[in-house]
């Protein structure tokens, strides 16, 4: 259970839906808010898709690609760290979506990078190597942490309204600081097994 826990606070972190807010919201305001909902849910569900699939095949893509649980481990643990010192220092050229004026996002950017991310991607993969056992816990924490994204994404305007840009901004930071510390710890335990070999 408590693995359980761990594993949907640091999915959610990953996928990190207050930091992904404004953006969401920049590439999403031209629609109408009707349709705005059915684009973020349908973009949400082909998000889930993939993280679903990567959590059932990411034994065998490991297997296929001849990697081993530590390499995952300690590479997962850069991205995370690389993603949480954005999160804690953003960039002003981060917020660009890549998409022109008036066009509906379609698999990129929202589901693809944004939610279903590769470091998303890896820790799936990570999690279904190391608790093969515990795949129903896994893909329950994967769907609370997915539902919360969700509820925080289709309340965008609230939370932004609540928390204003500088709320948002702190929560993001903190956020980082706590994935700092995860990800150092995901690296740790790759070189510790590692080094066990």
Known sequence: MTEMISATILLLLIMDPLGNLPIFMSVLKHLEPKRRRVVLIREMLIALAIMLLFLFAGEKILAFLNLRTETVSISGGIILFLIAIKMI???SESSSTGLSVGEEPFLVPLA???VAGPSLLATLML???QYPQQMTH???ALLIAWGATVIILLLSGLFL???GDKGVNALERLMGLILIMLATQMFLDGIRAYLKI
Do not use: M
Request: hydrophobic letters at 55%.
């Open 89 to 91: 220092f953003p960039s």
């Open 112 to 114: 693809i990078p944004l």
């Open 127 to 129: 999690l279904s190597h």
């Open 138 to 140: 896994l893909v329950g």
């Open 161 to 163: 309204r609540l928390l």
